[in-house]
Each structure stands twice: as structure tokens, then as C-alpha cells.
């Protein structure tokens, strides 16, 4: 498949489609003032769109594609990952940060 026949399944049961460039703009807030080149967000980027070209599905949930992210952000910055993970994991409380934080402290 190609990614622009990709549908993102949101929460309330709305679908739009995969956007290279709302993913860029997402990851380009979660990295502000970090040491992270445009270069470094675009391929991370490029290593999502690959793994999602992997699987035969035409769908994804806006869930799973979180996950993805953050499973890279992890990797690329640990601020980042938090930031994206505020956002995502749409923290109500400081308990919710605490688990976010100490997964990634554990790991």
C-alpha cells in the first residue's frame, strides 16, 4: 500500500487520512528546542511510514500510531518522548506523568 491510502481510525470514530505533514508538524512541537534536525524528525518519519507500508492494512488507529511514535521518540530524545506522550497520553494529572516517566525510566 501506499501511505496516502492509509486511513487513521480516531478515537470518537472519525477517519481521515495518513498526512506525512501533520506527523512532521506533531513531532516538530514535541522536539522544539531540542537537538533534533529537521533531517532527524523526517526520518523518523520515513522508519513510520515504512513499517505502516509493512503491514497489509489500509487502516491504522490513531492509538497505534502514537504508540509507533513513541516508540522512536524513546530512542531519538527522552524529552521528546515526554512531550509527545503529555499530548497523546492527554495527561490530567501528575500521577499520569509519573507513569509515563518511570516507564521510561525502567527502560
Not at 514535541?30 to 505502516?52: G, H, S, W, Y
Request: contains cysteine; glycine residues 2%; hydrophobic residues 40%.
Amino acid at each position: 500500500i501506499q501511505t496516502t491510502n492509509l486511513v487513521v481510525s480516531k478515537q470518537d470514530g472519525s477517519q481521515e487520512d495518513f498526512s506525512r505533514n501533520k506527523l512532521i508538524n506533531g513531532l516538530t512541537k514535541a522536539c522544539a528546542k531540542r537537538p533534533i534536525t529537521m533531517f532527524e524528525i523526517e526520518e523518523v518519519v520515513d522508519q513510520i511510514e515504512n513499517e505502516l507500508m509493512k503491514t497489509a492494512s489500509t487502516e491504522i488507529t490513531s492509538s497505534d500510531l502514537g504508540e509507533l511514535v513513541m516508540e522512536k521518540l524513546k530512542v531519538l530524545d527522552r524529552v521528546a518522548y515526554i512531550r509527545w506522550a503529555s499530548v497523546y497520553k492527554d495527561f490530567q494529572d501528575v500521577e499520569s506523568f509519573r507513569e509515563v516517566v518511570s516507564d521510561l525510566l525502567d527502560s
